[in-house]
Nanobody, 128 residues
Framework: QVQLVESGGGLVQAGGSLRLSCAAS????????LGWFRQAPGKEREFVAA????????RYADSVKGRYAISRDNAKNTVYLQMNNLKPEDTAVYYC?????????????????????WGQGTQVTVSS
């Protein structure tokens, strides 16, 4: 059974940094794209960042470009999201997702419905 578990969330002041981790189990994900999404209170879930099977295949939401960095460690079956210069508007529950099905499942996607497996989320709160 595929399972994704996020960690690393918390409370941080504006301008601070956090590093989220998502550990995958149940199968190897080295050939699958992995992504991060977030959902703020009262808003729909939105794309944040994604990485394909190759680290060179990355995509970012415009709102986080230059501040966030996604990376993966296939040996640990883990994907990371380094978040720098955090802003209050970054406050949300952050979800990790894996793209398991489809012929293009190795490529990063910004589309939520391209992802088949989701973690439970980790809360990130940025105070002003």
């Amino acid at each position: 059974q595929v399972q994704l578990v996020e960690s690393g969330g918390g409370l941080v002041q504006a301008g601070g940094s956090l590093r989220l981790s998502c550990a995958a189990s149940g199968r190897t994900f080295s050939r699958n794209a992995l992504g991060w999404f977030r959902q703020a209170p009262g808003k729909e879930r939105e794309f944040v960042a994604a990485v394909g099977w190759s680290d060179g295949n990355q995509r970012y939401a415009d709102s986080v470009k230059g501040r966030y960095a996604i990376s993966r460690d296939n040996a640990k079956n883990t994907v990371y999201l380094q978040m720098n210069n955090l802003k209050p508007e970054d406050t949300a529950v952050y979800y990790c997702a894996a793209r398991l099905r489809g012929l293009a499942n190795m490529f990063a996607s910004m589309i939520e419905t391209d992802y088949d497996s989701w973690g439970q989320g980790t809360q990130v709160t940025v105070s002003s």
